[in-house]
């Protein structure tokens, strides 16, 4: 306890809004190392191209305009450097920074009948084996995680081997050993939602294959003109002459996704379009990370690559927390958590999160102490690509915030949550939740939101019982609740007030602090004590956050 302790109060002496330059000390990496817990963290997930733009020499110009928000708009590697640096995720009290693949995309624009679009956003894959130069170098890369790390943060690599990117005149097709291009996927039972296309040219792995391949033409033809085609085979040699398997399309690309691990010492993946192939692929999958991973671990120096293990989120789409550990595909059930997946992003919640507090946490509670516990669910309330967010128009912004962050389970920021970013701007399809960062409303209109976000996501850093804890009901109007933490060797209770009277209020404690007990507001710094069960404050907010003084 005494390890945490000492953690907290490092976190505690940030200023909301304060931007540190320095690493954290050797010490404090340690502590934060030996009380990381997957499934209590905080994920920010941004779409590279949408961040920030930290070197606009890389700015891609277009040859032909895209359609609205569909388009290159600057963002870059460099920019999620330098926002790490300035301690803009350490201040959010984000555990794990997740961004969308930085694999290198088509280089042509598409019309999918949303108007022309542009491989921005990574999911349009051409070549495996390098970086997308309109965002980043692998250089860039490097620097970014090892930025991450420095500041204790964990790095999430988007990976996607369902599809390669779509077909135009220079983006060549994959050969037919390689790829399908039908039938359309229809969803209506397993069959077809694995062995199909998601959409019209968009060329489906053919990953139930085991028959050897050759490699495609186009890309020995691309690894020669780059000089580095010697080297990709020696390397490809290697992998097949360790594992055994033949050299069949779906163990090149595993191959290939196992180098972001090798390369940058990366410690998850977020698995893109998981139900669209067969889920013993993914067992393939984490073996070989897994086994990366342990070299990785076994030579690397770096305090924050200690012994934890590789992580992998899958993307089940529609996947509800309420179904249990299964996705239903109708004639089928799978358990993906049986496939080398640690957590699932959940659904479920942006549903949930409709109705009140208490029937929220009250149903999470339930959902995370039977039999979801143990096992890791990524909450959210945007996200990229889910059409239906929970406040799309941005009127609910605190109360998202309070939902999200005090929620059971993982939360997933997703980039604007925090800043008040529109998800309803005017262009065709997900586009609209695609919007450039807004980053003058940090310090403009939406200030005090994001400074909301802040204390809550240090509050929720600070104290495993937010998300692991038990969940306990002390009054339904206005609303106060205590989370209860002992397993692991820590012990943590806090006690939480929501649409509390701004000014005099007072907070029933119940049992939850003993009598005397000195407590701090987190919210407002307001030391208090327990007097009758009870504390008395006078803040000018409607929300309380109590935690022993430390």
């Known amino acids: 306890m005494r390890a945490l302790s000492i953690f907290i109060s490092i976190i505690a002496l940030l200023t909301f809004g304060c931007k540190p330059k320095e690493k954290l000390t050797l010490a404090a990496l ?45 963002g870059d590697v460099a920019g999620i450097t330098q926002k790490i640096e300035e301690g803009y995720f350490t201040d959010l009290g984000v555990d794990a920074i ?107 792995i053919l990953t139930s294959s085991e028959r050897s391949v050759e490699l495609p033409p186009h890309l020995v033809t691309k690894w020669k003109k780059e000089g580095r085609y010697d080297q990709e085979i020696a390397e490809l040699n290697s992998f097949f002459k360790r594992t055994g398997y033949p050299r069949a399309p779906k163990y090149y690309i595993i191959k290939w996704l196992t180098d972001l691990i090798s390369d940058f010492g990366i410690d998850g993946y977020r698995v893109d379009t998981a139900k669209h192939l067969e889920e013993e692929v993914w067992s393939m999958l984490r073996k070989e990370a897994d086994y990366t991973h342990g070299l990785n671990q076994k030579n690397q120096a770096n305090v924050n690559q200690k012994k934890i293990p590789f992580y992998m989120v899958a993307e089940v789409y529609n996947y509800y927390a309420s179904g249990g550990l299964d996705f239903n595909f109708g004639d089928k059930k799978v358990n993906y958590y049986d496939y080398g997946f640690d957590a699932m992003i959940n659904f479920d919640f942006k549903g949930a999160a409709k109705g009140s507090y208490q029937q929220l946490f ?44 005090l929620a059971q389970g993982q939360a997933q920021i997703y980039y604007g949550d925090e800043s008040g970013r529109k998800l309803d701007a005017e262009a065709a399809g997900d586009a609209k939740l695609r919007s450039f960062m807004n980053w003058s409303d940090l310090k403009g209109a939406n200030k005090n939101l994001y400074q909301h976000w802040q204390k809550l996501g ?64 987190y919210y407002s710094n307001k030391k208090v004590k327990v007097v009758n069960s009870t504390v008395t404050l006078d803040t000018p907010y409607d929300i309380v956050l109590l935690q022993k003084v430390k």
């Open 458 to 521: 240090l509050f929720r850093q600070n104290h495993p019982s937010i998300a692991l804890g038990l969940h306990h009901n002390i009054q339904s109007s206005p609303y106060i609740f205590a989370r209860k933490y002992d397993e692991k060797g820590m012990s943590d209770q806090v006690v939480v007030g929501l649409d509390q009277p701004k000014g005099v209020k007072t907070i029933t404690i119940g049992e939850v602090f003993e009598e005397g007990t000195d407590l701090l507001d």
């Open 98 to 204: 997740w961004m969308t693949p930085l694999f290198e995309n088509i280089a042509e624009g598409v019309d999918e009948g949303t108007g022309l679009s542009y491989g921005f956003h990574g999911y349009w894959i051409r070549d495996w084996t390098a970086y997308d130069k309109r965002i980043g170098t692998k250089a860039d890369i490097k620097k970014m995680v090892d930025a991450a790390h420095a500041k204790g943060i964990k790095v999430l690599f988007d990976v996607v081997l369902n599809h390669t990117g779509p077909v135009t005149l220079t983006d060549t097709k994959w050969p037919d050993d390689w790829v399908r291009t039908s039938p359309k996927c229809t969803y209506s039972d397993y069959r077809s939602t694995t062995s199909c296309t998601l959409v019209e040219n968009l060329p489906d």
């Open 30 to 74: 340690q502590e934060k190392e030996a009380n990381f817990d997957w499934n209590r963290a905080t994920v920010y997930f941004l779409m590279t191209d949408r961040f920030y733009n930290g070197d606009k020499s890389n700015d891609f110009l277009a040859p032909v305009l895209a359609a609205p928000l569909r388009g290159f708009m600057g």
């Open 362 to 405: 009250d149903k999470y509670h339930i959902y995370t102490n039977s039999i979801l516990k143990g096992k890791g669910l990524v909450n959210y309330i945007s996200s990229h690509d889910d059409g239906d967010p929970y406040d799309a128009a941005r009127t609910k912004t605190y109360e998202s915030t309070n939902k999200l962050m």
